[in-house]
T-cell receptor, first 111, second 114 residues
Framework: DQQVKQNSPSLSVQEGRISILNCDYTNSMFDYFLWYKKYPAEGPTFLISISSIKDKNEDGRFTVFLNKSAKHLSLHIVPSQPGDSAVYFCAGGWNNNDMRFGAGTRLTVKP | DAGITQSPRHKVTETGTPVTLRCHQTENHRYMYWYRQDPGHGLRLIHYSYGVKDTDKGEVSDGYSVSRSKTEDFLLTLESATSSQTSVYFC?????????????FGPGTRLTVL
């Protein structure tokens, strides 16, 4: 029962262009959504979050959009850089003890 | 970054043997978590702890036990390892101030059960 789904296993983007990573969820009770970035042989690191009372949160080149009616969120990276190449996980839940993660999207940013 | 370490980083073992993975954090975080990461599944919560000696089950707890005797250490034990427990295991911690706080992850332990 995957409550959070990332339907695109991979995404390739040219340096300087926009990267859009998508995430869908099924549980309308989720209060918080987070994005994590993971490099090979390392643990995930926190990138950006959004609570269900907002529809947008921005942090530098990273913006997360939340569409509650569609149960969909997306992460925009503008402009994309080669160092952004990593696996991105989205997660949703109502507290730390029950966060549900998607399977991840591998982003490749080509120079 | 929170100081979270995991040991061992790699382990190969045989079916039926006990295995213990260790997580150590230096941030005095109250909450600690064990996840496993498998292809197509992302991260799934095994067990978590909300304080010394206080633990609870996560989404995929069968076959695993945990212990937390000190704030900084959280142990994950596979009493009798099976091939289905071959995975990458991540530990995480958070101060747990409110809601879904950022979790800080360790570097992971790759476990292979033959």
């Amino acid at each position: 029962d995957q409550q959070v789904k990332q339907n695109s296993p991979s995404l390739s983007v040219q340096e300087g262009r926009i990267s859009i990573l998508n995430c869908d969820y099924t549980n309308s009770m989720f209060d918080y959504f987070l994005w994590y970035k993971k490099y090979p042989a390392e643990g995930p690191t926190f990138l950006i979050s959004i609570s269900s009372i907002k529809d947008k949160n921005e942090d530098g080149r990273f913006t997360v959009f939340l569409n509650k009616s569609a149960k969909h969120l997306s992460l925009h990276i503008v402009p994309s850089q080669p160092g952004d190449s990593a696996v991105y996980f989205c997660a949703g839940g109502w507290n730390n003890n029950d966060m549900r993660f998607g399977a991840g999207t591998r982003l490749t940013v080509k120079p | 970054d929170a100081g979270i370490t995991q040991s061992p980083r790699h382990k190969v073992t045989e079916t039926g043997t006990p295995v213990t993975l260790r997580c150590h954090q230096t941030e005095n975080h109250r909450y600690m978590y064990w996840y496993r990461q498998d292809p197509g599944h992302g991260l799934r919560l095994i067990h978590y702890s909300y304080g010394v000696k206080d633990t609870d089950k996560g989404e995929v707890s069968d076959g695993y036990s945990v212990s937390r005797s000190k704030t900084e250490d959280f142990l994950l034990t596979l009493e009798s390892a099976t091939s289905s427990q071959t995975s990458v295991y991540f530990c995480a911690s958070t101060s747990g101030r409110a809601g879904a706080d950022t979790q800080y992850f360790g570097p992971g332990t790759r476990l292979t059960v033959l």
